[in-house]
Every structure is written in C-alpha cells, then in structure tokens.
C-alpha cells in the first residue's frame, strides 16, 4: 500500500487537510468549517473541532500508511485571537496523538512553511497559491490549501522511508533541518585580536 502524507493547515474558521501520495500521484484535499454558524462558540466549538478531526484521523489511519505529518505551528508574534488560536492548535495536537504515535508529527513555523516553497519566510498569501502551483503544478483552491499541500511536501520529505531526493533548493534543506532539529548552530563569531 503506498504512503501518504498529511499538511494540515488549521485555522480559526476552518481546516484545510491535504493527502499527498507520491507513488500514486494524486492528493486529495478536504476543508472543514469551524465557523461559529457551524461549530458553536467556546468549549463547544472546541468539543467540536477535536470530534471533527478525531474522526477524520481514525478514517485516514484505518485507510493507509500514512508516512509523516506536518501541521502549522504556532505564530508567536500574532496579536489577535492568541487566546483562541493557542486553544485549537492544543484540540487539533490532541486529536493528532490519539491517533499516531508523536513521532510522525511535525510542527512546522508558519514562516518555514513559506520559506519551504517562495525561499522566503514573510511572502504574502497570493505569492504563496502562485508558488505552489509553479513549483508543483498544484492549483490551490485557497491560501489555506495551498499551506497544507506545501506541508504535505515538508511531511514526504521527513520521511526516512520514503528515500525521497534530497531538495534542490538549498533554503528547503534548511527548512527540513530546522523541523528535524538538526539544523546548525550559527559559527561562533570570531574574538577580535588585540594585536
């Protein structure tokens, strides 16, 4: 059965999941809505989120191998809604580590997402649908798919399976190391000679 790789792209309104699978040459994309019109307000939303994503996960865990998976971290710099962003990140993590082991989950930075696929960390939302369909010939329907295709990317690449190319690029390398942790520390800078 071949592999496949999760990006999730969560957000306060919806959820944008994408299926990559590389050996069958196809990805499948599903959006949830979490607007308060369908998800409620408060802990019922949240009940209702991680009951969403529970299921959807048990489904794709009982249909396939799935590789690795990559979800959007957190935005440590965001001024609004930190409050209620933290909470679904913390309900969409939980609905994760009830289905797979921590080990193929990934958090990746939203500026590593970007950098993964523009080679820059601060492009805007446009730039980002425009890359992904020059890079991989994927038409995003929205800015919160074309985020979960490129994390689905991240995922196929973390996974030590896969044996996929190494990246051509080298800022994708360097968002690869820094998700697995294995990036390298800066070079000490050199003391000055008082000579």
């Known amino acids: 059965m071949p592999r496949s790789y999760l990006g999730i792209d969560q957000s306060y309104s919806g959820c944008a999941i994408v299926t990559y699978a590389p050996a069958a040459g196809h990805s499948g994309v599903e959006r949830f809505n979490f607007s308060p019109d369908a998800a409620g307000t408060g802990a019922r939303r949240l009940a209702h989120v991680h009951w969403v994503l529970r299921e959807y996960f048990q489904a794709q865990r009982l249909a396939g191998t799935v590789g690795a998976i990559c979800f959007e971290g957190y935005a440590y710099g965001s001024k609004f809604k930190r409050e209620e962003l933290g909470e679904l990140g913390g309900v969409v993590r939980l609905a994760l580590v009830q289905t797979w ?12 997402v970007k950098k993964f696929v523009t080679g820059s960390g601060r492009a805007d939302k446009d730039k980002m649908m425009l890359a992904v369909y020059m890079r991989w010939q994927f038409e995003a329907p929205n800015h919160d798919v074309a985020d979960a295709y490129t994390l689905a990317r991240i995922a196929a690449h973390l996974d030590p399976e896969l044996r996929q190319e190494p990246p051509e690029l080298k800022f994708q390398q360097e968002v690869l190391d820094t998700v697995r942790g294995t990036k390298k520390p800066p070079r000490p800078a050199r003391a000055a000679s008082g000579r």
């Open 101 to 112: 082991h921590p080990g193929l989950l990934h958090a990746v930075a939203p500026t590593s």
